[in-house]
């Protein structure tokens, strides 16, 4: 899964964020080396001639920022909200496929125990066929008992057939979600039998409110604003800035070495952009903090709605297994009274029907279970 578009894609995203919080780390104490190499050429007119000048600089430059007046503050803050966004990203990311291949997986079982269930039905026709054909042989049915069997018999083959196409096509879904090549059905085993009571409604809203990456990407996203509305603020403000500089003169130019330093006070008395860029970032802080108190919102309705589902479908599994017990009772005492001449084809029929979808509903039951479980974990942040 590690190996998934969508994992790398996030990954490179996290990596592009920590560079750009150590860009923002870098304006303050880091020295800065450059080389700058000046060629001029000039001339000086005069009353009685003029004069050609020409001149060639070769200088190595070292420069700091000690103080900027709380701007790498800032830049820093929001820089490192980025990187903590992106990390959440990637812990979403991470999240949903895990929860896509969980689903998948469910699904790829729930199709294997289908088929099981057609194949088995498949079977038990062919045997009530041949137990209708014992009668007729002995002259104790007439040979038109044998057609509803017959009938049951055909559909139980496109029941089948159909059957193993869902499991190739719940197949092919896995692989895309784990992000494998194309190929055959992966096997895979069933798991537990095991159906507990999820946790409370209150623990479940508790964790998901510590783990969930939605929330820290809304947090982070706050943090940002928060920092670029306090960016934009101090242009409004009088700006101090403190930096020095070394030159160094080489290669035989004429340039003395020299150092510098420098104190800056600079006030933007009137501007109206600096305070529309203000009220701009005022109004994206206002945007995230919506946007913080919608996700809780959505949060929330998640994780009511996916423990409603696991509890509903865990009160359906044993609804489903007392359905299943009671129409294989009814298909063997319906054979039963066939065999003893007491019942028609039409009653085993019906009987086989009836245990075949008390069957699929039992199997349905059970992996809407482990689905709703899943969806849970996902809600509350535990996958």
């Not at 992106?86 to 125990?113: K, W």
């Not at 085993?189 to 209150?202: G, H, K, S, V, W």
């Not at 820290?216 to 700006?239: E, V």
């Not at 019906?350 to 992996?367: G, H, K, P, T």
């Amino acid at each position: 899964m590690e190996q998934h578009g969508d994992i790398l894609s996030a990954q490179e995203n996290v990596s592009a964020a920590e560079a750009q919080r150590r860009s923002a780390s870098s304006s303050l104490f880091y020295p800065k080396l450059s080389l700058q190499s000046t060629h001029t050429e000039g001339y000086t007119e005069t009353e009685r001639q003029g004069t050609d000048r020409s001149s060639h600089q070769n200088l190595l430059r070292l420069g700091v920022t000690f103080w900027d007046g709380g701007v790498q503050r800032q830049n820093v803050r929001r820089a490192r909200a980025g990187e903590e966004s992106a990390q959440a990203a990637l812990d979403r990311t991470r999240q949903g496929l895990v929860y896509q291949v969980t689903s998948a997986y469910l699904e790829l079982l729930r199709a294997q125990r289908a088929q099981a269930v057609a194949e088995r039905k498949l079977s038990q026709a062919e045997a009530q066929k041949e137990m209708v054909e014992a009668r007729i042989k002995a002259g104790a049915a007439a040979e038109v008992e044998i057609y509803p069997i017959e009938v049951q018999i055909a559909n139980a083959r496109v029941e089948k057939i159909r059957a193993a196409n869902e499991v190739r096509v719940a197949g092919s879904a896995l692989r895309n979600a784990m992000g494998i090549e194309p190929g055959g059905v992966p096997q895979i085993t069933d798991l537990p039998e095991e159906i507990a009571d999820p946790p409370t409604l209150e623990v479940c809203l508790k964790e998901a409110a510590e783990r969930r990456p939605e929330l820290r990407q809304a947090k982070a996203a706050l943090t940002q604003q928060q920092a670029g509305l306090d960016l934009a603020r101090l242009n409004l403000k009088p700006q101090f800035n403190v930096g020095g500089n070394l030159d160094r003169g080489f290669a035989g130019t004429f340039n003395p070495n020299q150092w510098s330093l420098s104190a800056t006070l600079s006030w933007s008395l009137f501007d109206r952009a600096d305070r529309a860029q203000v009220d701009a970032a005022r109004a994206n802080l206002r945007s995230a903090e919506e946007q913080e108190r919608q996700v809780i919102r959505d949060i929330a309705a998640e994780v009511e709605q996916a423990h409603l589902a696991m509890t509903s479908t865990r009160e359906r599994i044993a609804a489903a297994e007392a359905s299943v017990a009671m129409a294989s009772k009814n298909l063997e005492v319906a054979e039963a009274r066939y065999k003893q001449g007491l019942a028609i084809p039409i009653e085993i029929v019906d009987a086989q029907v009836a245990f075949s979808n008390a069957e699929l509903q039992a199997i349905s039951a059970r992996y809407d279970y482990l689905l709703a479980r899943t969806q849970l974990e996902r809600a509350i942040g535990a996958l």
